[in-house]
């Protein structure tokens, strides 16, 4: 379980986030949505440590962030796996190298185990056989497909996802929200993804958590979230010009 506790965060005197709580809780997909530069990402980065909190602590299956040394660190980072917003894959490295870096810097796994893996998890997100291909080869959808692969290269016990459909066609992004959702429930992973796209949101989430004005104002149920009536939810599901199943 992660417990994020009032959390604030300010760049050069301007606040971001303003007193931010919510639970992640196992098994589960939480999605953070709000207006773009609300501050999702920006607690993203908090949560996994990336980012120092002014104030406020994240708590990690017990442990505390900010009382952590640095080894302490990278090894309470081994518990996550994050697919970025542009899936940022290493030009100069194959698909396989790309997902077997965490492996080969940080485990002894010898290289027969480390390419059994990346071909299990190729598989896993339905690229099997492009192990020796260049990012520059591959497609928008399946550069996230191998960003994904490698987020899941350690067997993470949660995944963070950064805005996973964006500069994607609605069809390929249709088919990122089910393999992301799908990914997670069957691995049993609690999984936190930020966007501001309701139509992925709502394929992806157990729970929705909006950030607006550096606050949550609304956590619960994505029907719940549809049924709300606070004025900056109505304003955000009236502003996305569709409704939670995706039609126009």
Known sequence: MIEIRRIRKSFGGKPVLKGVSIDITEDSATVLIGRSG???????????????????????????LSTLSRKALFRMRKKFGMLFQGAALF????????ISLALREHTDLPRTEIA?????????V??????????SELSGGMKKRVGLARALIMDPKYV??????????????????????????????????????????RRIGDRFAMISDGHIVFEGTPD????????????????AGLDMEGRG
Do not use: W
């Open 160 to 201: 963070l996802y950064d805005e996973p459909t964006t500069g994607l066609d609605p069809e390929t992004a249709d088919a990122i929200n089910e393999l992301i959702g799908g990914t997670g429930r069957r691995l049993g992973i609690a999984s936190v993804v930020v966007t501001h796209d309701l139509v992925s949101a």
């Open 116 to 124: 059994k893996k990346v071909r299990e998890k190729l598989d896993l």
């Open 38 to 64: 609300c501050g999702k990402t920006v607690l993203l980065r908090i949560l996994i440590g990336l980012l120092r909190p002014d104030e406020g602590q994240v708590i990690v299956d017990g442990e505390d």
């Open 126 to 135: 339905g690229l099997g056989g492009v192990e020796d291909r260049m990012p």
């Open 91 to 98: 030009d100069s490295m194959t698909v396989g190298e790309n």
């Open 224 to 239: 719940a979230f549809q049924a709300c009536q606070k004025p900056a939810v109505r304003r955000f599901i009236n502003g």
